[in-house]
């Protein structure tokens, strides 16, 4: 058994550096966060603009922060699967397309709990 390393500032700030790292390839690399990333800037600014109430945003952010673990995850689960079957696999396929189907369970929820926070301020627009 691995004993571990005592704990060192400098390297909690290089996990940090890694964790960064990765945002910025997903953002770089994936065309679905490009989506979650524009996503996000219209809850934010619609949030904004109807000036919801503080139990509003907990919910919102919650949604939102959902979403992009699991574009993450789902991103960093696929890159596995490439390295460890580079060529196709329906096993290895019906896994990605399982973290796949994640992701839009995460953005379909986080789209009912959009709607039903913002539908009132529409509503009363009208």
């Known amino acids: 058994m691995k004993k571990s390393d005592p704990f060192s ?30 996503a996000t800037i219209g809850v934010v600014a619609a949030g904004l603009a109807c000036e919801v ?3 509003e945003w907990r919910w919102l952010f919650a949604a939102v922060t959902i979403v992009w673990v699991v574009e993450a995850v789902n991103t960093a689960f696929e890159h596995l699967c490439n390295v460890v079957s580079p ?6 396929e019906k896994a990605k397309d399982v973290a796949a189907g994640a992701v839009l369970i995460a953005a ?8 039903s926070i913002f539908a009132p301020y529409a509503m009363a627009s009208l």
């Open 87 to 92: 060529q196709h696999h329906p096993e290895v």
């Open 9 to 38: 500032p400098h390297a909690r700030l290089k996990s940090f550096a890694y964790a960064f790292a990765g945002i910025g390839f997903m953002l770089r690399t994936q065309h679905n966060a490009w989506l979650h990333a524009a």
């Open 53 to 55: 109430r503080p139990e």
């Open 108 to 115: 379909l929820g986080a789209a009912a709990i959009g709607a």
